[in-house]
């Protein structure tokens, strides 16, 4: 069975640090494009950062520019998202998803592109 499992949400005061972490298993995902959404209570699934399957060429949301920092392990099969100065516009269940489809960069943005998709996460930032 293939899955993958978030964890890592919290509640943080503004200002403040989480580490999203997703751990894939049932396949490997080192050729995978991985990816990071989220969802507001009342709003639509937005995308947050992605990586391509190399970790080399990361891709953000201009909401994420500048604090949140993506990572991978290929060999732990593990997706990271470090989000600093959290503010209350962050709080949203955050997603991982995989991409099996070669994507890098702003083609790794869309939604469509990702088979595989976590439960979530619940972030809560409070002011």
């Known amino acids: 069975q293939i899955r993958m499992e978030e964890s890592g949400g919290g509640s943080v005061q503004a200002g403040g640090s989480l580490k999203l972490s997703c751990v894939g298993s049932g396949r490997a995902f080192d050729h995978d494009a991985m990816a990071w959404f989220r969802q507001a209570p009342g709003k639509q699934r937005e995308f947050v950062a992605a990586?391509?399957?190399?970790?080399?060429?990361?891709f953000y949301a201009d909401s994420a520019k500048g604090r949140f920092t993506i990572s991978r392990d290929n060999l732990k099969n593990t997706v990271w998202l470090q989000m600093d100065n959290l503010t209350p516009e962050d709080t949203a269940v955050y997603y991982c998803?995989?991409?099996?489809?070669?994507?890098?960069?702003?083609?790794?943005?869309?939604?469509?592109?990702?088979?595989?998709w976590g439960q979530g996460t619940q972030v809560t930032v409070s002011s």
């Open positions: 998803a995989a991409d099996p489809d070669y994507c890098a960069g702003r083609g790794c943005q869309y939604e469509a592109e990702y088979d595989y």
């Open positions: 990586l391509n399957w190399s970790g080399r060429i990361p």
